[in-house]
């Protein structure tokens, strides 16, 4: 990308007409301050569910930090079940990890690949303890960065996409009785939901294929 082009990107992603955006993601914080579960199933490799009960969400829309343009809760750290497969890379250390893959059981990692440089997961993951645990399910919103650009906080933002971060999860999101994960890491991971994929809350479709659903 030119410089001229990624002024433009950042002009774009940043001059959104916020209280707009605002409103738009309160749809989704409401249905989500209400649910249990969350399921995410995308191609044939992520199919991942978590409770979310009793925990809240937090809807970002560029008062906090800009670019806004996600809302982000805490799984129940014990919950998440399933696979995932992150097909955006994490960028850490200067180290491109690419085609990530975990398996949760009982909220906790207990397999994880990568396509390349596997190793830097294994650095996360033996960090401590509660570096194999989920502390983040964020859902992108912001339609005015459509490319990725190995700055996360332009890129977890992303429209038509879902990160998730293993390590510690934000106190604000945890709700009473509910344990919050501390970690030393927090470490964010994207999926593409543009297509074949869907975003379901108590077993009612929200998103699919990148595209939402509000009643």
């Known amino acids: 990308m030119s410089t001229e082009a990624y002024e433009e990107f950042v002009y774009d992603a940043v001059t959104l007409d916020w209280e707009a955006q605002r409103e738009f993601q309160a749809n989704l914080v409401e249905i989500l301050d209400d649910a249990s579960e969350v399921r995410i199933r995308a191609g044939e490799e992520t199919d991942i569910t978590m409770s979310i009960e009793g925990n809240t969400a937090e809807n970002d829309y560029g008062e906090a930090n800009l670019p806004g343009g996600e809302v982000f809760t805490a799984p129940v750290k014990h919950s998440v079940e399933g696979e995932v497969h992150f097909d955006m890379p994490l960028y850490r250390q200067g180290r491109e990890v690419e085609g990530v893959r975990l398996t949760f059981e009982d909220g906790k990692v207990t397999e994880f690949s990568a396509e390349r440089n596997e190793d830097v997961l294994q650095g996360v993951f033996d960090t401590d303890e509660e570096a194999r645990y989920l502390g983040e399910l964020g859902i992108g919103m912001n339609d005015a960065i459509d490319q ?41 991971m994207i999926l593409d939901m543009s297509e074949d994929s869907v975003i379901e809350v108590d077993g009612e479709v929200v998103q699919e294929d990148g595209e939402f659903i509000f009643e």
């Open 148 to 188: 990725f650009t190995y700055n996360m906080l332009f890129d977890e933002k992303m429209g038509e996409t879902v990160h998730m971060a293993v390590g510690s999860a934000y106190p604000m999101c945890v709700g009473e009785g509910n344990e919050v994960n501390d970690s030393a890491e927090h470490v964010d």
